[in-house]
Every structure is written in structure tokens, then in C-alpha cells.
């Protein structure tokens, strides 16, 4: 909590003095999806902006509805306001929201073109509605709605012969053997099936 702002103001100037074109962000923009966190987030994605950096965002597993969003004042715990996934939606209008040709109505995943030629599939992989419990879901899968609108996004995009770049929280695919078994929540849930079935639709790079 206390070095996280200071290493975040870094890499902003840093990317700010670099040469990239744009902002890949794929998730935990916050510690525990507290608004005052993502509100905080916007101030210094607006400095890319305005340095000529458009700026992309999809959730992580601990951005939306988050039942663990709290404030912490030495030993005192106080739970804060979250974020739902429409406000997630508002608050990144203008870092991936606001510029997307096709938004999934059964997630926040979305379709931009950052570039002519490019497609952003922002696919998001959260299951934030099951934190209903009162408990953090960190698993990640893609229903089956999402899933067939992510196909028919690819089918297009090939179509058109526009390369498409995939982004998401959770890994598509294990780091190591093993790692969905001792780490799970890290790796999308059916990373087999699923990884599979995005590369047989075209997609190449996540």
C-alpha cells in the first residue's frame, strides 16, 4: 500500500518518455476493487493520455464487486465502497470503453482498434459475480455467451484480415506444469479447452 503509488508514478514517466504507441492494462488497476483506488488509477492514466498514450483496460479478478475493498488506519479495518460492472465501465470510458466498436453484453470484454489493421480483443475472464458470498472469486472462466461472442469477434476480424491482439487477466495457458493445480486462480479455468479453441478461431497472441 505504501510503495505502490510511488512505483506506479514511475512507470507512468517512464512510459510517458518512451516509444509506445499504446497502454496494454489487463487487470487489478486496484488492490481490492475500492473506487477510491480506480479513481486514483484514471489521474495518472490521464497523463499517458494526454501524452499522446491511448490507454486499453480490461478487469482483474479483484477489480469489480470486490467484498474485500476496505480502508486501513493502523490496526482499524473499514470496508469502502466497490465498484459494479457498469461503474467499472464508466469510470474507463476513455481507456478502452469509450472507443470500442463491439462491447460483450454478458461481460465488460470489448473490441477497440487501437491501430488500422488491429483488432484489441479485451476479453474478460473475471467471474466478480459470484462475490456476492461475501468471499473473493479469484477463478476465471468465460461463460458460454462470451465465449460465442468472442468466436464471432475472431470470425470477423478474419474476414476483414485484421491481426488481433487478445488481452485478459488470467493466463490462458500454464506457466509451468502444475501451476492451475497449486495456484488456482491464476490460470483461466479449462485452459486446455480453452486456449485450444481460441487458436483454432485465429487468435495468436493474448
Same mark, same amino acid.
Given at each position: 500500500l505504501v510503495e505502490s503509488e510511488p512505483i506506479l508514478k514511475s512507470v507512468v514517466d517512464r512510459i510517458k518518455n518512451s516509444d509506445a504507441q499504446f497502454v496494454l492494462m489487463p487487470g487489478d488497476m486496484s488492490k481490492d476493487g475500492e473506487l477510491v483506488c480506480h479513481e486514483l488509477m484514471v489521474t495518472y492514466l490521464s497523463e499517458l493520455k494526454a501524452a499522446g498514450k491511448p490507454v486499453y483496460v480490461v478487469p482483474g479478478n479483484h477489480d469489480v464487486l470486490n467484498p474485500m475493498a476496505y480502508s486501513y488506519s493502523g490496526d482499524t479495518v473499514t470496508p469502502v465502497a466497490n465498484v459494479t460492472p457498469e461503474e467499472f465501465a464508466e469510470i474507463y470510458q476513455d481507456y478502452g470503453y469509450g472507443a470500442a466498436i463491439s462491447r460483450d453484453p454478458d461481460s465488460l470484454s470489448y473490441v477497440a482498434e487501437p491501430f488500422?489493421?488491429?483488432?484489441? /480483443? !479485451?476479453?474478460?475472464?473475471?467471474?466478480?459475480?459470484?462475490?456476492?458470498?461475501?468471499?473473493?472469486?479469484l477463478d476465471g472462466e468465460f461463460s458460454a455467451?462470451?465465449?460465442?461472442?468472442?468466436?464471432?469477434? /475472431? !470470425?470477423e476480424a478474419r474476414k476483414q484480415g485484421k491481426t488481433v491482439i487478445g488481452m485478459m487477466h488470467h493466463a490462458i495457458t500454464e506457466h509451468f506444469d502444475g501451476q492451475s493445480t497449486l495456484f488456482p486462480g491464476f490460470v483461466i479455468n479449462d485452459w486446455q479447452n480453452v486456449s485450444q479453441t481460441l487458436a483454432r478461431e485465429g487468435l495468436r497472441f493474448v
Open positions: 488500422p489493421g488491429y483488432s484489441l /480483443l !479485451a476479453m474478460d475472464s473475471c467471474i466478480y459475480e459470484n462475490n456476492t458470498t461475501g468471499k473473493l472469486i455467451a462470451t465465449m460465442g461472442w468472442i468466436k464471432a469477434r /475472431l !470470425a
